[in-house]
């Protein structure tokens, strides 16, 4: 069964400074997919960045990365400069079977930014 | 585009009514899903559908009923509300432009 686990019920960070939240995946499928959303508190769930299984790269979105690491079956999200605007809740997710699509979530990371 | 749309944003219910939230997205994907998420916690599915007139359960489907009878809308049934389904619930879909998220509804029964 796939699985995605965040560690970090909470996190804190000074503005300017780089954070980095955690998320390992289980699955024994070859090929997946992992994301990360955002979500503030007015609601909604705001896509951040995306890496494919077979990506050679780590991706990159802006102040945003993804520390892939695959041997390992880590997925950890970097934002850098943190900017208040950055407090939020952050989830990881996995694509689930190729025939359904389903993303699978975990529990989420809840960042805050203080000055 | 519109986009997810589901309707409505809050709703209150009493124990042992009925209601059903409303889903519709104008992008032609085919997989629409249905999740809820309690407070603190992240997404749990309940439904998806990979096409019209196929469904099938996700992690947390008891209380819970759907159906697809179009590509676009994709309606849950809640048939007898209970507390533990206080809750936000999310409709998504996804495509080959990635994945579509409403905005919501948060349903509060009482």
């Known amino acids: 069964a796939q699985k995605i686990t965040q560690t970090q019920p909470g996190m804190f960070v000074q503005e300017k400074e780089a954070v980095t939240l955690d998320c390992t995946y289980d699955?024994?499928?070859?090929?997946?997919?992992l994301f990360w959303y955002k979500q503030p508190s007015s609601g909604e769930m705001i896509f951040l960045i995306y890496q494919g299984s077979y990506d050679q790269q780590n991706a990159t979105e802006g102040r945003y990365s993804l520390n892939f690491q695959k041997a390992r079956k880590s997925a950890n999200l970097v934002i850098s400069a943190s900017q208040l605007g950055d407090s939020a809740m952050y989830f990881c997710a996995m694509r689930g079977p190729w025939n359904t699509d389903k993303l699978i979530f975990g529990t989420g990371t809840r960042l805050q930014v203080f000055p | 585009n519109a986009g997810v749309t589901q309707t409505p944003k809050f709703r209150i219910l009493k124990i042992g009514q009925s209601m059903t939230l409303q889903c519709t997205q104008d992008?032609?994907?085919?997989?629409m899903y249905w999740y809820r998420q309690d407070p603190g916690m992240g997404l749990k599915l309940i439904y998806y559908?990979?096409?019209?007139?196929?469904?099938d359960k996700g992690e947390v489907p008891n209380g819970y009923n759907v159906s697809r009878s179009t590509t676009e809308d994709f309606p849950l049934r809640l048939e007898l509300a209970a507390p533990s389904q206080t809750s936000v619930y999310f409709c998504?879909?996804?495509?080959?432009?990635?994945?579509?998220f409403g905005s919501g509804t948060r349903l509060t029964v009482v």
């Open positions: 699955t024994s499928d070859p090929s997946y997919g």
């Open positions: 992008m032609n994907h085919n997989y």
């Open positions: 559908s990979v096409g019209a007139g196929i469904t």
């Open positions: 998504a879909s996804s495509g080959t432009d990635g994945y579509t």
